[in-house]
Structure formats: C-alpha cells, structure tokens
C-alpha cells in the first residue's frame, strides 16, 4: 500500500506512552508514516522510514481526532428565544425539549439529515473525528426510528434515547410511555443503533423506569450509557455502575460513594461543560474524579437547548479554566477517553495500529486550545489518513 509521512511535527500527542514522554506520550520534533488508513511508524522526524509521498506539518502540533461521545444532532428547530431569556434572566415557558420535539416530528427526512450533516462538518473542521449521536427529540416510534436510521447513515456509534424525556403525548401515564420505549418503539429501534441511553433525572425517569429501559434494551443487544446525575443527586451513577454502563454522563452531582463506584469500574465518567456554560450550572468536580482515579472523558453535549455548540477545543478551555483539569488531561479525555467512554481502541490515540485520525494545528502544542481559547487552531483534519480539507 502507498505510504505518507507526516513530518515536521512541533509536538505529538500520540496518546501512546510506549511511544513518548508522560500519558500523552508527547514526541517533539516528530513524524508519522500512514499506510492503509493507519498509524504504521510514530516517532522523530530525524528517523523517519522513506514513504511514497511527505506531508510537512509546518512546526503544528499533531493530536488524535477529538472522540465526541455525547451528542444530540438529530433535531429541527432552534431555541433562542429560549437561551436569550435565560441569559437575560428572565422566565421562559415555551416548552424546552418539547419545543424541538413538535419541530423534530414536523420535519422531513431530508431536513433533518442536512441539519446532521451541516453540525458534523462544523465538528470536523474542529478536529472531530468520531461522534456519536442521540434519538430522543421524536419520542414516538415513527420518529425515534426514523431519527436513528438517519444518524447511522453517518456513524456507528448510534444510541437510542427514546427515554429522553416522557413524550407529550404519555404526559399523564407515564408508565404506558416505559412500556412503549422497552416494546414496540425498542423493537423498531434496535437494528439502528449500537447504545441505548435513558435520562435518569427528576423530571424525567426514576432509577426504577431507568433500569426497566436500559434490561430491556440489552436484551436487544444494546450496551447502556446513562444521562447521570446533571441536575441533582439521583440514582443514575450507581445504576450506569451496576450495569455495566459504557459511560455516566454529566456527572454533576456526585457523593463519595458514586465517585469510588466510578472509580471501580470501568464506566467512564463523561464530563459536558457546554451544558454548564449554556444553563450557568455548577461546574462537575473534574479534578474529585481524577484524584479518585475515575477515567474522565470530555464532550460537547451538542443539542439545540442546553448546549448548542460542536466545538471540542471550546470544552477543553472550559474543563481547564473552571473544572480542574490540566491541560494535557483535558486533551487526554476529549481524545483517549472519549474513545473509552464508546469502547473503541481504534481511536483516540495515534499508536501503531490506530486508525489514522488526526488534526494539524496552527500551534506548537495542544496546550494552545486553553492558553487561546476561542481561537480556530484546527489547520488539516484526515480521517482514516485522507485529508477532510484544510485552510
């Protein structure tokens, strides 16, 4: 197969140790060499191996492609009405999700699949790679099902969320809308998706409809994730933990007991501060689950109410400035552990082996994504070793 090198590299993230300094397993003045769409040689430029073509880095930092493992991207309508009135601290009662819901159900198919693409190549240009996404703005099995096969038209990492909120139309039985997520909906869902999720919360399932969706689910195949302990204690950790969770998402709301679950286990806590930043939340305790000795992943929560943005290197500022996160860990979690909270060893590194997904900066060093924040430092994204576009 023919070769690449990418050479001149200022730092390499490669997320390998074996192959560098520290966790990140940084290499300086670095080169990599692709063949077939994957990583075949890491290491300084000065030994680079001969290769068919040479890309030159131009002194960039070298990354992982972001791994996005929380995202809501199948969906119509906007909400900011809704997002001015609460940053004007004024009241607000449109209707939240129930607002995207009514515009998700209105929509077409080919609405709702130009509107997931349009946010994917938003992600890409920032260096995303890998993304899953949710269903949970249909909530009827017509709409569930149809949000699902749209999404797994763009991705594997598909996840069926029909316990996002109780759908409107189920408003007072509540009961009969769990039945329907764990039958009839679950059975026109299932050959779609990879994950099924439920919003474990006041205000939407308890731990005993939680659990009730997520057995049902993995009787279909489907490997549980859990929207866990955002608004208020709860029991959605301890349930993400029993399971077998992939991952507990949000994380906010934690005793000790749920950090030594997340400690033991090998469920991710998934951290989203775009919702945080969006709602003007408490921040989740990075830096409490890290000195545990929990696996941290970082996301965007992308979603048209709470965190409507696709920006990874935006969340790593945030987790470094308000979460206690160092900067190479917030890199590390948006990468390595993002891949860990969807269970792939593919992706979030750049090891021997490893598909080739990576991003060029217009930086020395991934630290610039704290130290400038806001800045698109995202020059060349390739997936697989083929380059998505540059600038």
């Not at 073509?53 to 991207?73: N, Y």
């Not at 999700?97 to 946010?119: F, K, M, Q, S, Y």
């Not at 866990?228 to 992939?246: K, M, T």
Request: aromatic share 6%; net charge negative.
């Amino acid at each position: 197969m023919p070769t690449t090198s990418i050479t001149n590299i200022g730092t390499l993230v490669t997320n390998a140790p074996e192959l560098g300094e520290g966790p990140l397993g940084l290499v300086e003045n670095a080169a990599l060499v692709i063949e077939d769409g994957k990583i075949a040689w890491a290491g300084p430029t000065a030994r680079t191996p001969p290769t068919d073509t040479t890309h030159d880095a131009r002194g960039g930092a070298v990354i992982p492609g972001f791994v996005d493992s929380h995202s809501h991207l199948v969906f119509a309508g906007d909400r900011t009405a809704e997002f001015n009135a609460r940053m004007s601290g004024r009241g607000y009662s449109a209707g939240g999700i129930r607002t995207t819901v009514a515009a998700t159900r209105a929509a077409t198919d080919a609405e709702l699949e130009r509107n997931l693409v349009r946010h994917l190549s938003e992600a890409l240009r920032q260096g995303t790679t890998t993304f899953e996404t949710k269903s949970g703005y249909g909530l009827t099995t017509h709409d569930e099902e149809r949000a699902l096969r749209i999404a797994a038209a763009h991705t594997d990492e598909v996840t069926y969320l029909g316990a996002h909120i109780v759908s409107p139309d189920y408003a007072e039985d509540p009961a009969a809308y769990v039945e329907l997520v764990t039958g009839e909906m679950l059975d026109a869902c299932a050959p779609h998706a990879r994950w099924i999720d439920v919003f474990c919360e006041k205000g939407a399932f308890d731990g005993d409809q939680a659990r009730a969706v997520l057995t049902a689910g993995r009787a279909r195949g489907l490997h549980p994730r859990v929207h866990a302990n955002q608004l208020s204690y709860g029991p959605g950790v301890q349930l993400a933990v029993e399971l077998d969770a992939a991952s507990a998402d949000h994380c906010t709301h934690l005793t000790d007991a749920d950090v030594d679950a997340l400690a033991n286990s090998d469920t991710v806590a998934t951290l989203l501060p775009g919702a945080e930043f969006s709602t003007r939340a408490q921040w989740p305790d990075a830096r409490r689950l890290l000195d545990a000795g929990a696996t941290v992943a970082l996301s965007t929560d992308c979603n048209p109410g709470s965190s409507f943005t696709s920006s990874v290197p935006f969340c790593i500022a945030l987790a470094v400035r308000d979460m206690g996160m160092t900067p190479d860990e917030a890199l590390w979690s948006a990468t390595a552990g993002g891949a860990k909270a969807l269970r792939r060893t593919d992706v979030g590194h750049l090891g021997v082996g490893a598909r080739a997904d990576l991003a060029i900066l217009d930086a020395p060093s991934h630290v610039h994504f704290a130290y400038r924040p806001g800045v698109p430092l995202v020059r060349e994204v390739r997936r697989a070793g083929k380059p998505q576009g540059a600038r």
